[in-house]
């Protein structure tokens, strides 16, 4: 059965200012404009409101698509996709400009803080506000009003007006509003980025019980991680349009691919090196796990490192130690990755050559880091560049275990067997 059927839906909006706010200004830019004289309310800096006259932009443009009922459905893509625009007609923010949207059943939207909240009701009253807008009587929301309270962790401030909650604080009573009045279509847009780590998995928990319990999930986001881990399958919206809709899993491949396009190599030529010279890295690089030069992975997947280099004196590269040193985003040291260590050594080296580092499952956890490279013999530090390559990390299931590890358990992740022993 389908929860949502979009046909050849289209969004389009005008450019500028449709109208200046009253009536009496209105008639002095019509006057203005039939005597072929410029926008009297034109701001200094800005293109005349006449000259822009039958400017617009597709937001959506032909989208067609369906969603089950039971349903996890991730939708993906760069800011300014559509994405937004998209769950906004689906839980009837806004009109289509063209186009046909059926739904089945009750939706409810978290689309961006506050929406739905009056500022000037306590949080009790906007869950009672918010159980009507869905249709529900009083004595149903009664019997939700705990959990839902429970569930936010905003007790303290159930009877305080909304408007002074904080930014997080409205996502959590928000979420636990949308999530737990039994709506048959759940619409979360990227606002779990708002709340901490912690939060955000126990809401990632609350979605998957609520597909658990055969009801339809429309999660946009840029978390790859959250996003494979709900939902099974996705769409990649681009320039309004849908360019991909298949198993989430290609789809977050087919997204990365393009955000690291254009992006993935890094020239060593004209940067500052460091060291007495008779070696010299030119270029460097990572590759994910289909040998595509990227600079996005993702948790517990394959990647290697590859740095490009030239043999300028054989005699000062004997037996050499070659290393990447990892840091975070700030520049801290975490490791070396160094072929001696890991009991690999070469008594020379080719006049051209490259360097492959494999690392066989990514244990960093998700994030941005850099890397040093360098190259060292007996006869002292040859090359050295600092920070000469940049790749970001996004969450996946590390432990095969359904579940995504959280940022504050640290950088690093290890692979563990678990055992409970009776005495």
């Not at 969004?11 to 200004?25: A, E, N």
């Not at 009837?92 to 059926?102: D, E, H, L, W, Y």
């Not at 429970?150 to 949308?178: C, H, N, Q, W």
């Not at 790859?224 to 990649?236: D, E, F, K, R, Y």
Request: charged share 25%.
């Amino acid at each position: 059965m389908q929860a949502i059927s979009v046909e050849n839906l289209t969004k389009r909006y005008d450019l500028g200012v449709i109208g200046t706010g009253t009536i009496s200004r209105d008639l002095n830019r019509w006057w203005a404009k039939i005597r072929n004289l410029p926008d009297p309310y034109t701001r200094i800096g800005q293109k005349d409101a006449f000259a822009r006259a039958g400017e617009s932009i597709l937001a959506l443009d032909d989208v067609s698509f369906q969603v089950r009922q039971g349903e996890a459905l991730g939708i993906i893509g760069r800011n300014g996709a559509g994405k937004s625009t998209l769950l906004k007609i689906l839980s009837r923010v806004t009109a289509p400009s063209s186009g046909v949207v059926k739904v089945r059943g009750r939706i409810g939207s978290l689309l961006e803080v506050g929406t739905g909240f009056h500022p000037e009701l306590t949080g009790r009253e906007n869950v009672y506000l918010n159980g009507a807008i869905l249709g529900m009587k009083k004595e149903e929301v009664t019997r939700k009003f705990d959990e839902i309270v429970d569930f936010s962790g905003v007790e303290k401030f159930i009877d305080t007006p909304v408007k002074r909650y904080s930014s997080g604080m409205y996502v959590r009573l928000a979420f636990a509003v949308a999530a737990h009045l039994d709506p048959e279509i759940l619409v979360v847009d990227e606002v779990l980025a708002v709340g901490d780590a912690e939060f955000q998995k126990k809401c990632l928990g609350k979605m998957g019980d609520v597909v658990g319990e055969g009801r339809t999930v429309l999660f946009v986001s840029h978390n790859m991680g959250a996003v494979q881990t709900l939902c099974s399958t996705g769409i990649l919206m681009q320039n309004g349009g849908i360019a991909y809709k298949g198993s989430i899993d290609l789809t977050v491949s087919k997204y990365l691919e393009g955000m690291n396009h254009g992006e993935n190599l890094t020239d060593l030529e004209n940067v500052k090196h460091e060291g007495i010279g008779g070696f010299r890295f030119t270029k460097t690089y990572v590759e994910n796990e289909d040998r595509k030069k990227v600079t996005n992975l993702r948790v517990g997947h394959p990647f290697q490192i590859i740095a490009e280099f030239k043999l300028l004196d054989e005699n000062l590269t004997a037996n050499p130690r070659i290393a990447f040193a990892i840091r975070d985003s700030l520049g801290n040291f975490f490791t070396d990755l160094w072929n001696q260590g890991a009991g690999y050594s070469w008594e020379k080296l080719p006049q051209d050559g490259r360097i492959v580092c494999k690392i066989p499952k990514c244990p960093l956890n998700e994030g941005v880091y850099y890397y040093d490279v360098y190259c060292s013999s007996k006869s002292g530090l040859l090359d050295f560049v600092r920070f000469a390559g940049r790749f970001s990390v996004e969450w996946g299931d590390y432990f095969g275990s359904g579940k995504l590890p959280s940022p504050q358990i640290g950088k690093f992740l290890f692979d563990q067997e678990w055992e409970l022993i009776e005495n």
